[in-house]
């Protein structure tokens, strides 16, 4: 093992991944997980994404640490004027957390399986990073793991690891089958 750690927070099984697998290789930290967030919705999703967390972490052999809270009023309360960019937000509450839980586990170094995704804003993420080093006077690691893309795939299938298919909070869900889901009943009203 290796001298330095990092806390990696972990949005999901499927998407820590490529991360752990690249940073284990780099030999550069020992890798540590960190599961929090409240973002993810309704209950039983966020379990199944917390199972799927936990089995990479016990199939990688890495340390796991994840808070079990269902804060689905905090998350809420804390979108709800501004819906339309509550990305940031959430993004800055869950990296936040992450600090403050490297913090409080004496690791000098964090980052975030949201900068494997291809599906989120990746500069956004990155921003907010910087800023919470800053903030908390703990380096954040930047490297851009959506090269890793189709690999962590690969391996997530391999390894049976639960996949979602939206990216976590009730609005997001809205946004990913609405349309889909329109279409697809075609109800009409009886007048
Ligand atoms: S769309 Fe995804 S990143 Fe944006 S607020 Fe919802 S869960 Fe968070």
Known sequence: MYINRIL?????GPCSIYPIVKILESKLFTPVLYFYNPNIHPLQEFYKRLEGSIQVAKKL??????????DVKFFINKVINNIEERCSTCYELRLEETFIKAKSL???TVTSSILYSKMQKHDMVLKIGKEMSVKYGIDFYYEDFREGWQE???ISK???IYRQNYCGCIFS???RFKNQLKKKYKFEERV
């Open 8 to 12: 990696i927070h972990q949005c999901c």
């Open 61 to 70: 052999e890495v340390e796991y640490y994840f808070d079990e809270d269902y």
């Open 106 to 108: 004496n690791i000098s």
């Open 152 to 154: 962590g795939i690969d």
């Open 158 to 160: 391999d390894m049976e």
């Open 173 to 175: 869900e809205e946004e």
